[in-house]
């Protein structure tokens, strides 16, 4: 059974830190996917990495992928409130075209003034 | 207008009540899914169809079924609710191809007393 852990599930910090959030996975998988969530809205695509080593960035956020470690980072770069939000990752261990993904518990980030 | 429609978006039940729970969506995606979000635990698949010949049970099915209607409608029903089915319920599609990410709709929100 596959088993998605993110870390932290909580986060805490203050605008222009850095912080990282952590995914990581039980089997082997080279499709992982990164959503963010506000509060009381619907999941909004973020990220798609389909390959060991793939990086995506997407204005301060950068996601990477480590399927040998089956590990992947979303780095926060000089967090500004607009963050603040419910980030999951997904995995797909599915192999092919009929996917379904299985996410992570969410990691709750506030980013204060 | 949304890509993928949930109705209702809220709802208040009482226990041992039958309820549906509709998802439309125009995008033209044959595979669909239904997932359900409680605090602190992400989200969780409870069914998820590739066409509309094709249903499978999720992690969480016990207490659920679904109905392919069409390719562009896939309800889902609890035969009779219970308190600790009050969640967030998401449906979902894809087009199946893997650097697409699911695409969401807005959820649901049940209540069950």
């Known amino acids: 059974e596959l088993k998605v852990e993110q870390n932290p599930l909580f986060l805490s910090m203050q605008e222009g830190k850095n912080y990282t959030i952590y995914c990581n996975y039980s089997t082997t998988s080279d499709r992982l996917y990164w959503y963010r969530q506000d509060p009381g809205k619907s999941l909004e695509s973020l990220f798609v990495l389909l390959s060991n080593g793939a990086v995506k960035q997407e204005g301060r956020l950068m996601a990477s992928l480590d399927t040998k470690a089956r590990l992947s980072t979303l780095h926060i770069t000089a967090a500004v409130h607009d963050l603040s939000a419910t980030y999951f990752c997904?995995?797909?261990?599915?192999?092919?075209?009929?996917?379904?993904?299985?996410f992570g518990k969410g990691t709750l980030l506030t980013v204060n003034p | 207008d949304a890509d993928v429609t949930q109705t209702p978006r809220n709802r208040i039940t009482k226990t041992g009540k039958r309820i549906m729970l509709e998802c439309s969506q125009t995008k033209g995606h044959d595979r669909m899914y239904w997932y359900r979000q409680d605090p602190g635990l992400g989200l969780r698949l409870i069914y998820y169809?590739?066409?509309?010949?094709?249903?499978n049970k999720g992690e969480i099915s016990d207490g659920y079924s679904v109905s392919r209607q069409a390719q562009a409608k896939f309800s889902l029903s609890l035969e009779s609710a219970i308190p600790n089915q009050t969640a967030l319920y998401f449906c979902a599609t894809s087009d199946g191809t893997v650097n697409s990410p699911l695409h969401f709709g807005n959820g649901t929100r049940l209540t069950v007393t």
């Open positions: 169809s590739f066409d509309v010949k094709d249903i």
């Open positions: 997904a995995v797909d261990t599915s192999g092919g075209s009929n996917y379904k993904l299985t």
